[in-house]
T-cell receptor, first 114, second 117 residues
Framework: ETGVTQTPRHLVMGMTNKKSLKCEQHLGHNAMYWYKQSAKKPLELMFVYNFKEQTENNSVPSRFSPECPNSSHLFLHLHTLQPEDSALYLC?????????????FGPGTRLTVL | AQKVTQAQTEISVVEKEDVTLDCVYETRDTTYYLFWYKQPPSGELVFLIRRNSFDEQNEISGRYSWNFQKSTSSFNFTITASQVVDSAVYFCALSEAWGTNAGKSTFGDGTTLTVKP
């Protein structure tokens, strides 16, 4: 596989469920990102990991919990979500060598919270 | 603070027409990078171009061309002889190289382009 992959592609969950989104990059990159894309809103940066260290938490509610066990994998753990959290969640990676590297995106997970 | 404005929410053209997507940005940084991405219905953002603030040369790649005008803080994207496969949402983004916003990409709201046969 090449590029950035995300699983699952679609997820429907209730407000009391716990689920996890997975992202994997096969590009040898060192930085990984989570973005949220809601209808009628611009892409919102949620978290940034650089060399497995979290370098950015953009005031994201604690019901979203990221995990980066290594430079190739990034998870987003979800619990007690709200309907307004329904969105497309995009993962991206970049080489991590420069502050403004090009980011390469995965196909996203379409999340619906009932 | 950095900001990216894509004033055109939706554009519709007929195949083979040329179309220009506008992007205007704001930043206090002197070193920054500008990007364009394409998001087809499948959802994945596809990287198109990265341009640094010191390189004002226009760029052409096949039917795509970009016009970077630092004086007007604009980085416009033109598709020549548009095709149905060009239908997508196009995002312009800005990333500062230094300071507290270094590496954080700010995206515009996107322009939805529909190319009709």
């Amino acid at each position: 596989e090449t590029g950035v992959t995300q699983t699952p592609r679609h997820l429907v969950m209730g407000m009391t469920n716990k689920k996890s989104l997975k992202c994997e990059q096969h590009l040898g990159h060192n930085a990984m990102y989570w973005y949220k894309q809601s209808a009628k809103k611009p892409l919102e940066l949620m978290f940034v990991y650089n060399f497995k260290e979290q370098t950015e938490n953009n005031s994201v509610p604690s019901r979203f919990s990221p995990e980066c066990p290594n430079s190739s994998h990034l998870f987003l753990h979800l619990h007690t979500l709200q309907p307004e959290d329904s969105a497309l969640y995009l993962c991206a990676s970049s080489p991590g060598r420069e502050p403004a590297d090009t980011q390469y995106f995965g196909p996203g997970t379409r999340l619906t919270v009932l | 603070a950095q900001k990216v404005t894509q004033a055109q929410t939706e554009i519709s053209v007929v195949e083979k027409e040329d179309v220009t997507l506008d992007c205007v940005y704001e930043t206090r940084d002197t070193t920054y990078y500008l990007f364009w991405y394409k998001q087809p219905p499948s959802g994945e953002l596809v990287f198109l171009i990265r341009r640094n603030s010191f390189d004002e040369q226009n760029e052409i790649s096949g039917r795509y061309s970009w016009n970077f005008q630092k004086s007007t803080s604009s980085f416009n994207f033109t598709i020549t002889a548009s095709q149905v496969v060009d239908s997508a949402v196009y995002f312009c983004a800005l990333s500062e190289a230094w300071g507290t916003n270094a590496g954080k990409s700010t995206f515009g709201d996107g322009t939805t382009l529909t190319v009709k046969p």
